[in-house]
């Protein structure tokens, strides 16, 4: 038996509501990541303790923004808020598997929880999206 309409538009809100705290889920984690960067600058000085601490900063502004794009947005199925996450979140988890993973600073395992969390979060508001979309006629 087919699912009537208002099933069908529940179960996309739930995979939006899903993908948000995903994502919630991966901006806290940064969150933490910031605070351990934050740590390491205090350990330096001059230069090195700058750049710590500026990276610190990046990562918390990038962690909060993603958990803000998706408590207001993606819990909505909002189209701006699945492009500014799929677009941030994304670009800082490449960076990440680029930078840190692929040259082998962490292990395999530990390096892609991150991103298989934002992959995670982008499948489920993509499914959340689908009824927008549609309505839309895109």
């Not at 919630?24 to 990541?33: I, K, P």
């Not at 819990?75 to 960076?95: E, F, H, P, Q, T």
């Not at 993973?101 to 489920?124: E, K, N, S, T, W």
Request: glycine content about 12%; some cysteine.
């Amino acid at each position: 038996m087919r699912a009537s309409f208002p099933e069908k538009r529940d179960r996309f809100r739930l995979a939006a509501r899903l993908g948000a705290l995903f994502y919630v889920g991966w901006g806290l984690f940064h969150v933490r990541v910031a605070w351990d960067i934050y740590g390491l600058g205090a350990t330096e000085s001059g230069l090195a303790q700058g750049r710590l601490f500026q990276l610190a900063a990046y990562m918390l502004t990038i962690a909060l923004f993603v958990v803000g794009v998706a408590l207001l947005l993606n819990w909505k199925g909002s189209r701006v808020g699945y492009w500014l996450n799929l677009c941030v979140a994304g670009w800082a988890d490449l960076i990440w598997v680029a930078v840190v993973v692929v040259p082998g600073y962490v292990g395999l395992v530990r390096g892609l929880v991150p991103p298989v969390v934002f992959v995670v979060a982008a499948i489920l508001s993509t499914i959340g999206r689908m009824p927008n979309a549609q309505a839309m006629g895109k």
